[in-house]
């Protein structure tokens, strides 16, 4: 049970390690993360098809453009007794890694995620300003369409919910489903052979058909909408933490202090325990590590040798 009276001190904590040693207390399972991982809702789908991929579009040709001009020259030869020329060294292995983090919400490429808002045109505003607005045809409809808001990038980011969770699986779905030949893409972003405007012609009426035809109106029944609930941008720093941890082999799991507790009991309960014994070890626990429970910083990240219990 010392395992308990340690743990409670990491209570305030939002990341736990997966470290060897704590699979047999099940913490750091990464369980509850993945029964809480929000679904994408189906049928908000087919609203934001054209939408997600003009934006994603957008997002792969500035970063790439910015990319391309930052990157260094070096010396390339040619034929055989001309003069060598500079050419950049940004390469389609760098526009790549750009087409595989932008539809990952812990990627710098995907980082536009955290600030989507779904918004039927009937209801009331979304949180920052729409990417598409309504044209004289649909206005006239008097039909109520779903808007992709996006919201001013690097202030808080919102709750990653179903409406993330959707803006996420459109994405996904344009290069799994739409688009049949990523390269296609790849090769015009490489090269700079096209601006902006024209890369999305590319990409979302050429290569996926996502643009070009008539809106599709949103069904509203039983559909819930969520509001852009605010959080702090420090909770993304987090989430690309345990990305890099998990890249080094170290993978983490973020767990609330309810999921903490609640894991604490079943541990107890496993070893035999009742509810009113387990409740009175706990106020026991927490009364010999009240000093350490109120040292502990909720924003500091748990370092993954102090998590090892």
């Keep these: 049970m010392m395992?308990?009276?340690?743990?409670?001190?990491?209570?305030?904590?939002?990341?736990?390690?997966?470290?060897?040693?704590?699979?047999?207390?099940?913490?750091?399972?990464?369980?509850?993360?993945?029964?809480?991982?929000?679904?994408?809702?189906?049928?908000?789908?087919?609203?934001?098809?054209c939408d997600v991929c003009e934006i994603v579009a957008t997002e792969l040709w500035r970063e790439a453009t910015k990319q391309r001009e930052a990157a260094p020259l070096t010396a390339a030869s040619g034929k055989p007794g001309e003069k060598k020329r500079k050419v950049s060294t940004f390469s389609e292995a760098d526009v790549n890694e750009l087409v595989v983090g932008v539809c990952n919400r812990r990627k710098e490429m995907g980082e536009w995620l955290w600030y989507v808002d779904l918004v039927e045109s009937q209801g009331p505003p979304g949180e920052g300003s729409a990417w598409r607005g309504l044209t004289k045809k649909e206005k006239a409809s008097n039909e109520n369409f779903l808007q992709v808001y996006r919201a001013q990038r690097g202030g808080p980011i919102r709750k990653w919910d179903r409406e993330s969770a959707t803006a996420k699986r459109s994405c996904d779905l344009l290069?799994?489903?739409?688009?049949?030949?990523?390269?296609?893409?790849?090769?015009?972003?490489?090269?700079?052979?096209?601006?902006?405007?024209?890369?999305?012609?590319?990409?979302?009426?050429?290569?996926?058909?996502?643009?070009?035809?008539?809106?599709?109106?949103?069904?509203?029944?039983?559909?819930?909408?969520?509001?852009?609930?605010?959080?702090?941008?420090?909770?993304?720093?987090?989430?690309?933490?345990m990305e890099n941890m998990a890249a080094q082999g170290m993978p983490m799991v973020m767990q609330s202090r309810e999921d903490m507790m609640e894991e604490l009991y079943e541990q107890m309960e496993a070893e035999g325990m009742s509810r009113e014994e387990a409740d009175a070890f706990m106020d026991m626990a927490k009364s010999s590590a009240g000093d350490d429970l109120e040292t502990v910083d909720p924003a500091d990240p748990v370092d993954p040798a102090d998590a090892e219990l």
Excluded: H
């Design 175 to 241: 290069f799994d489903d739409d688009i049949g030949d990523v390269e296609e893409l790849v090769v015009p972003l490489w090269r700079g052979d096209v601006d902006e405007k024209a890369f999305k012609k590319l990409a979302c009426k050429e290569l996926s058909g996502r643009c070009g035809k008539d809106r599709k109106p949103v069904n509203v029944q039983g559909r819930e909408d969520f509001e852009y609930d605010a959080q702090d941008k420090s909770l993304l720093d987090t989430e690309r933490m």
């Design 3 to 49: 395992r308990v009276v340690a743990a409670l001190a990491m209570l305030p904590c939002a990341v736990v390690a997966q470290m060897g040693g704590m699979e047999g207390m099940g913490m750091g399972s990464g369980r509850r993360q993945r029964d809480k991982e929000p679904l994408a809702v189906k049928g908000d789908l087919p609203c934001i098809r």
